[in-house]
């Protein structure tokens, strides 16, 4: 059986042995919705992808493409993707100055077929109160 799922305002196609799709964020008033990008670039499998539910953001200073990058980590220190340009550049600066040199997040990826072919979304949620950078807190 397949069925089809709205996630955001994506489309996605899924097996009826898939979980439901995740739950929007609708209180936008305490975390801030970004977009994870690069997924299918990362050698990990459907199951490391889809079991994502949150982590950690990081600098991530070996990254060709970009020298602004923000990492998306798992719980296993995994790196599942990355911040866009030119979201990824505010988080750049909040990271430099936190003496932790990460930030907790929330988040889900799932798979969306577009045209048939396999691709993946993915979004996370970061808190509003870590934007705060005048006290360069730890963020732990």
Request: charge should be negative; charged fraction near 30%; include cysteine.
């Amino acid at each position: 059986e397949i069925r089809l799922s709205l996630v955001g305002s994506e489309m996605c196609i899924r097996d009826s042995g898939i979980q439901d799709a995740p739950e929007l964020n609708t209180d936008n008033s305490e975390e801030v919705e970004y977009h994870i990008v690069g997924m299918k670039y990362r050698k990990l499998t459907d199951d490391e992808l889809e079991s994502f539910s949150g982590g950690d953001l990081m600098i991530d200073p070996d990254n060709q493409y970009d020298s602004e990058a923000v990492g998306v980590y798992n719980f296993d220190e995994k790196c599942v993707g990355y911040i866009p340009r030119p979201y990824n550049v505010e988080l750049f600066t909040i990271l430099q100055q936190s003496s932790a040199g990460t930030l907790p997040v929330r988040g889900w990826i799932d798979k969306s077929y577009d045209y048939g072919k396999k691709a993946w979304v993915g979004r996370v949620y970061v808190k509003k109160k870590y934007f705060n950078t005048s006290n360069n807190q730890e963020y732990n």
